[in-house]
């Protein structure tokens, strides 16, 4: 019986167990690719899953992991062989489909995306799901029409993994940055990525006003919830604010006004079903335009046997920057 190690999730009478253990290959899903996984990485939804906080997994048992980097081993998808360096992310892995916490998946070709030329699979996962989200973020400010002549843009959840990533971005991309962090500590990490400006999160984390003083042309919130609605109270006559994250919560408690009485417009960005061609778009431009010795800067490697501890760390907003997960 051939096995592969990976990071096991079953039901339990109460919840869930997890446990870094050997899965047998047979009972891998169907898929027309099979990956040999060499990184993966820590997002926040990963966190939910290990520590079986939120009902993330929907199929068990399940490999935990939302993305991985790997080589291609056997295809019979037409658009890939043997050898091909692959990037796969979203698309329900580790939630419904055996995900990438395992030397091992087998996947749809048609959910794959090559590694572009020149970045390696550790910094593809440097960069993951957080970081791909963070750049669909930064397309959706483009696409609206958002330029640095508009004025700063505000990033919240700053030093959190989208936060961290979005904030190089911007600033490579000549944006005025400004950075919103509960850890002022890490004011100095912040200005390194190219923040121009550190507010503490505090600032936009009370009940909102329906308009406040116009403060930034845009934004990108990993946070939701209060911090939305003031991000969204704040923001210039006629900006935009990317919506990716929901760290402080789901609620959005905020009124009309910024839209009907200053034409903001809130652009929701979801990474996990994002059709193929914007992947490409994103994860080209992350190679173009995201600082690779900023992104080395921010990342932190742990093996698989560490992603369970790191889960409950990332769900306590105690990491900084991205985790790369080293598989093989
Ligand atoms: P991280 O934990 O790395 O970053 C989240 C950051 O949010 C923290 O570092 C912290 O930043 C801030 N934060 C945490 N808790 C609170 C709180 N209670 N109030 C205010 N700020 C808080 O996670 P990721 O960057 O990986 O993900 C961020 C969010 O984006 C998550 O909600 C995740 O589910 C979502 N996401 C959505 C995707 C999509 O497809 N739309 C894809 C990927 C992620 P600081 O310490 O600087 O204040």
Redesign the pocket.
């Known amino acids: 019986m051939a096995t592969f190690k990976a990071i096991r999730i079953d039901k339990a009478e109460k919840g869930t167990t997890v446990a870094l253990t050997q899965f047998d290959e047979a009972e891998l899903m169907e898929g027309d690719v099979t990956v040999r996984v060499e990184w993966s990485t ?4 990963d ?2 899953a290990v520590t079986g906080k939120a009902p993330v997994v929907r199929r068990f048992p399940m490999i935990a992991g939302i993305d991985f980097a790997g080589t291609v081993e056997a295809s019979s998808h037409p658009q890939w062989k043997a050898g091909d360096k692959v990037i796969c992310d ?1 698309w329900g892995l580790g939630e419904t489909h055996l995900g990438a916490y395992a030397e091992k998946a087998r996947v749809k070709g048609d959910w794959l995306v090559r590694l572009p030329e020149g970045m390696s699979s550790r910094e593809a996962m440097a960069i ?3 970081g ?3 750049m ?1 973020s930064v397309l959706a400010l483009e696409k609206y029409g958002l330029t640095p002549s508009d004025g700063p843009i505000v990033v ?9 990533v979005a904030t190089a971005i911007l600033s490579k991309l000549g944006y005025r940055v400004v ?5 002022m500590a ?1 004011a100095d990490y ?1 200005k390194d990525l190219g923040a121009a400006e550190v507010i503490d ?1 505090a600032e ?2 009370g009940p909102a006003k329906p308009l406040a003083k116009e403060r930034w042309a845009g934004g990108i919130d ?4 209060t ?1 939305l609605a003031n991000v969204l109270s704040m923001t210039k006559y006629g900006g935009a604010v990317a ?7 789901m609620d959005l408690p905020t009124s009309v006004a910024p839209f009907i009485l200053r034409g903001v417009c809130l652009l ?5 079903m ?1 059709p193929i061609e914007r992947r490409k778009i994103a994860w080209s431009r992350l190679a173009s335009d995201l600082d690779r010795g900023k992104l080395t800067e921010i990342t932190q490697e742990i093996g698989l046997d560490e992603v369970v501890g790191a889960g409950a760390k ?2 306590a ?6 985790i790369v997960v080293k598989i093989l």
């Open positions: 820590l997002n926040y939804k966190g939910l979203g993951g799901t957080a791909y989200t963070a669909l919240t959840g700053a030093a959190g993994g989208v936060g961290s950075a919103s962090t509960g850890r890490e912040l999160r936009l984390s990993s946070v939701g919830s911090t919506a990716c994250g929901l760290a402080a919560g929701g960005i979801d990474s996990v994002c990332i769900l907003g105690q990491v900084r920057g991205r």
